[in-house]
């Protein structure tokens, strides 16, 4: 037997070993279940609502089994009339085909369906969507004309005309508007003093501002274009006390006036947010006595001011973002320098982007009409599911005999492109409010105003046990005339308990009727974690946490003895039945810490593309790159490989260094002629992870002759999948960065000057401290002797040569 066919062999055993363990759990986890509603809300379970005397008066062994046990036994197990089977059933109410006709556009398709849905199984709805040409499309331009905005102002004014020629190329049927706003006139946002109010800045021709104001509409959208150039101009500039502006405050109302402003239902919604200041937030109105919450509904009077500005505090990020959902509107952040706050707020608004906006406001055409071809040529689908349902998006994309992926967005659409989504909806869990349990549920294209309406009804209970069913009885027979039976199973009144509400007293009363507590001689009464009580299982709670405990027929389930992860039971996303985690929407696993999508292993790029760049694995939501011939992909999505034929930089190299920079092995042959690409030489190579991954540009920091580095970037296409690359576009950054040559006879100098300037200071250092050392020797000395007290006559031990003292030996040894 080879190698390969033991593997095989391996593989097919632990597959049907894994199918044989699923199909066990599941059944136990059927079984457990006591009610109809129950076993409804287990998937893939199966209720048996016969009575006792409907089946040979002993009821089936089992009230719930799996799908698969209800194939195999059929008739055996209950009969037909008393299964109770629920499945999902979808009906198509509205379903108009698609159309690009100017008058009524039809861009998806269905419109309406019904859709019965049980907690647990899938369903799969069909969705297709056909760009419409020429759509409507509605320009909203909301300026700050606070003082430092004054220039922008005078420039915008004068491009009215070619940003609606910009637009109109796109579409003939375009309209514009424009609004200011400054902040809410009260402190600490306004000066409120008298001669600040009348006049709260100057402009630079030395002409006051005008009163400041919250917000104002100065023009409705409209057809007329040179309408907008005055309008524009004759907007006044004003001024405020703080840093951050009131612009939320106007985006609010700039939403939800769709009468005021005259946005259209049938178009696409356009607002340009320009301004050069932050933004105040909901909670800053407080500082200023402002304490009502934003109502998220029209205030403007006749003459289109704001007129709720002092008596309500400003929006929140979340309530602007809600409400442009619901609106259709797409906002574009055109900021006047690169601070990262509106890019932030662009990732907490849906549908919005961040442009900058220069000096001569030259750019601001150029930036909505790029903005808007990203919309019309990308669609991505938004829904407004509650929580309870977990709704997944697939497509192909416009690859048609591509693999069906987990996304919601597809790029590089045209008129006449059909895009088809498969769109997956399943029930988390049944909600405990019944009046929750009817949903409607709208599935749109973000910014354009079409959508599919979902009519659905969650199936959380059984027909049978609703009164007026044939299947529930009061005071039932089976139940000894002592409760009510329903879906074949009794529930007892007050004072009676047991199988069939044979029992009188409570149920804390013993019995020793125990023939239904175990499924067989060799188990314990109520496995043990129970009291059998007239035939039935009181399981036990936890005493040390009353929220876990055993629960099943025979007390043979538990909610909290599945496996752990970072010591959380099924790693804190999902509950525990019978000993299996029933995971969170989008995990799975043992522990339920396995992302089940494979959207994060996708390149956001909203083209067609494969999962991991077509070099690894999405395993539990993370690329796991290959590693083919000593080549090792890596990367979020498997995307950097250095040497592949993907990422040329290496190939490209001697080329830019020739052309660009006259250096390298090309130019020391003189054969930059053989480079046959077109290379731009710009100042500096602008880097936008984004947008490069939609042009698929490469940057590539090389290393080149004489030490130095140097900066290109190319752009790529591949025809087809899997097919060559070509290079179109490569630019090369104007300057090297090169290292500055070294010196050696200067340092060689520099070194020998310094050893000898050390040199004197550590000897001038050193006779410094001799001196001082010295000076206080002496200084001691001195001092020591001036304190002693000294006889100044003759040492004692002192003799002269000569003593005048008497010697009787010497003066006898003279009179001799």
């Known amino acids: 037997m080879t190698r390969r066919t033991v593997i095989v062999l391996l593989l097919f055993l632990t597959t049907r070993l894994l199918a044989s363990s699923q199909y066990r759990d599941r059944e136990s986890l059927c079984e457990s279940k006591q009610t109809c509603s129950d076993c409804l809300q287990t998937p893939h379970c199966v209720w048996c609502s016969a009575t006792a005397s409907e089946n040979n008066d002993k009821g089936p062994p089992l009230r719930c089994v799996s799908h698969q046990t209800y194939s195999k036994e059929n008739d055996l197990w209950c009969p037909p009339s008393k299964v109770v089977l629920y499945k999902n059933k979808m009906t198509i109410r509205e379903n108009r085909t698609l159309s690009s006709d100017k008058k009524n556009p039809v861009q998806m398709e269905p419109q309406r369906v019904h859709l019965s849905l049980k907690r647990g199984e899938e369903h799969r709805i069909t969705l297709k969507y056909s760009p419409a040409e020429d759509y409507p499309v509605d320009l909203y331009y909301l300026m700050d004309l606070s003082s430092s905005m004054e220039p922008y102002r005078d420039k915008l004014s004068k491009l009215g005309l070619k940003l609606a020629k910009a637009m109109q190329e796109i579409t003939s049927n375009f309209r514009i508007g424009f609004g200011s706003f400054v902040d809410k006139v009260v402190l600490p946002m306004t000066n409120t003093q008298k001669d600040k109010l009348e006049s709260p800045c100057t402009l630079k021709n030395n002409k006051p501002c005008a009163r400041p104001y919250s917000y104002k509409n100065q023009m409705p959208l409209t057809e007329n274009i040179t309408l907008f150039e005055a309008q524009v101009q004759a907007a006044p500039i004003s001024g405020n006390l703080d840093g951050p502006e009131g612009g939320l405050d106007a985006m609010m109302q700039v939403i939800v006036c ?43 009077d006749n003459e289109g001011f704001y007129t709720h500005s002092l008596l309500q505090d400003y929006p929140s990020i979340s309530q602007i973002n809600r409400k442009a959902r619901e609106h259709n509107i797409n906002i574009i952040f055109a900021v006047a320098d690169k601070d990262a706050t509106y890019q932030r707020l662009s990732q907490r608004v849906s549908g919005s982007s961040t442009g900058t906006l220069d000096n001569d406001s030259e750019n601001v055409v150029a930036l909505v009409r790029g903005e808007y071809e990203k919309l019309v040529d990308t669609v991505t689908l938004i829904d407004t599911a509650p929580k309870m349902i977990d709704i997944k998006y697939f497509s192909r994309c416009l690859n048609k005999t591509g693999e069906m992926l987990e996304r919601q967005e597809c790029g590089g659409i045209r008129v006449d492109n059909v895009i088809e989504f498969e769109i997956a909806l399943k029930m988390t869990e049944c909600p405990a409010d019944r009046t929750e349990w009817s949903q409607i549920i709208e599935i749109k294209p973000r910014g354009i105003n079409e959508s599919l309406i979902i009519d659905l009804e969650l199936m959380c209970d059984c027909s049978c046990e609703r009164p007026g069913h044939s299947g529930y009885q009061e005071n039932a027979a089976e139940c000894k005339g002592n409760g009510k039976s329903a879906c074949g199973v009794c529930f007892c009144n007050s004072g009676f308990y047991g199988k069939q509400c044979e029992c009188e007293g409570t149920d804390t009363d013993s019995s020793i009727s125990t023939v239904d507590c175990r499924p067989d001689n060799n188990t314990e009464f109520c496995s043990g974690h129970g009291t059998c009580k007239c035939n039935v299982c009181n399981c036990d709670k936890r005493s040390n946490n009353p929220h876990e405990m055993f629960y099943g027929k025979y007390c043979e389930c538990d909610n909290f003895s599945c496996k752990r992860s970072g010591g959380q039971v099924c790693g804190g996303r999902g509950k525990c039945e019978c000993g299996t985690c029933n995971c969170l929407p989008g995990w799975g696993g043992e522990t339920c810490d396995c992302k089940e999508t494979n959207s994060t292993c996708i390149p956001p790029s909203g083209g067609n593309v494969e999962i991991c760049s077509g070099r690894g694995d999405c395993i539990c939501g993370s690329c796991h790159c290959h590693e083919r011939d000593n080549i090792r992909y890596s990367g979020q999505y498997c995307e950097e490989c250095p040497t592949c034929p993907g990422q040329r930089c290496e190939e490209l190299k001697d080329c830019v260094e020739c052309v660009a920079y006259d250096a390298g092995p090309l130019a020391k042959e003189n054969k930059c002629d053989l480079c046959m690409h077109d290379i731009d030489i710009v100042d500096d190579i602008e880097e936008d992870p984004a947008k490069d991954e939609r042009n698929n540009a490469r940057i590539c920091p090389t290393p080149g002759d004489e030490g130095c580095t140097f900066v290109f970037k190319y752009q790529y296409h591949r025809n087809g999948t899997g097919g060559d690359i070509k290079i179109f576009k490569i630019q090369a950054q104007k300057e090297r960065t090169c290292p500055t040559p070294i010196n050696v006879f200067g340092i060689a100098r520099n070194i020998v000057i310094s050893t ?12 410094i401290l001799t001196t001082i050392h010295d000076k206080r020797e002496y200084a001691k000395f001195e001092k020591e002797r001036a304190l002693a007290k000294w006889d100044r006559g003759e040492n004692p031990l002192y003799k002269q040569a000569i003593s005048t003292f008497s010697n009787p030996t010497f003066s006898e040894n003279q009179n001799e």
């Open 258 to 300: 769709t009468k005021e402003i005259g946005w259209r239902q049938k178009a696409r919604h356009l607002i340009v947010f320009s301004t050069d200041a932050v933004f105040h937030v909901a909670g800053d109105g407080k500082l200023a006595g402002i304490i009502e919450p934003n109502d998220c509904k029209c205030h403007l």
């Open 756 to 767: 000898v300037i050390i040199g004197f200071l550590i000897l001038f250092i050193w006779k």
